[in-house]
């Protein structure tokens, strides 16, 4: 099934998907009406009336909407669900692209089942990228407690210790930013990930922002994210998503049917390598030398462009390398997606989020107030599952 999206991109193919010719221009003529000086053109997309200020476009009035512009470019939803970017830097509608963004098939559901993960090219519209974008800047311009920056420069007049450019990460702050809430309870997003879990009402545990400046010199080490949560789940997802341009030489990397050996490994601090507990607890193994992982032949990179989604499960091992040879930024948003039968737990650590039991035990399903299940056939509910 696929939708009909639009990716704006500035100048390259962000998707992967196919790239559509620039709308032919067929008719071309100045109209007056008193103020509103108007340029009218036919596309292949309906009339479009451009003048200062404000833009009308669609095949016939039922969808003709009225656009205010922002910049050098705008975004419209008409009724069948088009999205249609308009350039308005002189070239008019040359940068129109207008693609399908894709949904999750059985191919992909197979391969994520198989190896812990997948990747799903141009599934993220080009309005909800936009939206987390505004997301992550106001994230990063008001960090919550729970914020790290693991790559900082030194403090005025501080040793350098090596660490160049900037890691920031933080999580949990879709309740107070609106563009992470509404793309991470609606939309396409929860779509996917139930759709990878197979249920209809997946619940979402949290979002994290990982931002790497360029020339970072700190990679994301190898590691599971299951053992860093307090919750008890196999049927799991986080969708990686990037906001820019992710090459492969800073590629994520996932090891191939790691979530499903049977290994769960202790967590080991992202910031000095140090593991949290020095012996393992039943049923979890100490994670030595995970720099191992980086050649090990399951290994597998997950170059992604802004609208890609890599979806992987808790168990499966992953890590990013450092920017230091790369030029741009890697802003990436992971929403993380638990099927409503998960259960809260305890780790034999602090958990990463360190979310407070908020009256739960282990064993208990988890409250719809932090962890909001999202109904697909009904829309989003905060309601606990019974
Ligand atoms: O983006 C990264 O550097 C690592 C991502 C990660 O560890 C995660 O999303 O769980």
């Known amino acids: 099934m696929a939708a009909v999206g639009v990716n704006v991109g500035d100048g390259g193919d962000t998707t992967g998907q196919q790239q559509h010719p620039p709308a032919p221009i067929i008719l071309f003529s100045l109209t007056i009406f008193g103020k509103f000086c108007s340029l009218f053109h036919w596309s292949g997309h309906g009339l479009i009336m451009r003048h200062v200020g404000a833009m009308y476009v669609g095949a016939g009035s039922r969808q003709r909407k009225r656009l205010m512009y922002n910049r050098m470019s705008a975004i419209l939803r008409t009724k069948s669900s088009v999205k249609v970017a308009l350039g308005m830097d002189g070239r008019d509608i040359m940068e129109v692209k207008k693609c399908p963004h894709r949904e999750v098939d059985e191919a992909d559901i197979e391969a994520y089942r198989r190896d812990g993960f997948v990747v799903l090219r141009g599934a993220v519209p080009a309005g909800i990228l936009s939206s987390l974008e505004r997301g992550v800047d106001f994230n990063m311009s008001s960090p919550s407690a729970w914020s790290n920056d693991y790559a900082g420069p030194p403090p005025e007049g501080g040793a350098d210790d090596g660490c160049g450019g900037r890691f920031f990460d933080d999580y949990v702050n879709w309740d107070r ?210």
């Open 177 to 386: 930013i609106p563009e992470f809430r509404h793309a991470a309870t609606s939309g396409p997003l929860p779509r996917i990930a139930g759709d990878l879990m197979g249920t209809r009402s997946p619940r979402f545990y949290h979002e994290h922002v990982l931002v790497k400046e360029p020339g970072t010199v700190a990679s994301t080490p190898w590691h599971q994210d299951d053992p860093y949560y307090g919750i008890d789940s196999m049927n799991n997802v986080s969708l990686w998503m990037p906001l820019d341009p992710v090459p492969d030489v800073v590629a994520l990397r996932c090891l191939a049917g790691s979530h499903a050996d049977g290994r769960r490994y202790v967590p080991n601090r992202f910031v000095d390598g140090a593991p949290y507990v020095s012996v393992a607890p039943d049923g979890f193994e100490m994670l030595t030398d995970p720099a191992r992982f980086w050649s090990d032949p399951r290994q597998r990179s997950c170059p992604a462009n802004p609208g890609d989604v890599v979806a992987f499960h808790f168990r499966t091992l992953h890590a990013a390398p450092a920017l230091e040879d790369h030029r741009g930024r890697r802003r990436v948003v992971s929403f993380r997606y638990l099927d409503d039968d998960a259960r809260w737990s305890l780790r034999p650590w602090k958990t990463s989020p360190p979310f407070s039991n908020g009256g739960l035990v282990p064993g208990d399903l988890l409250d719809g107030g932090r962890f909001p299940i999202v109904d697909l056939d009904g829309g989003p509910s905060s309601s606990s599952h019974p």
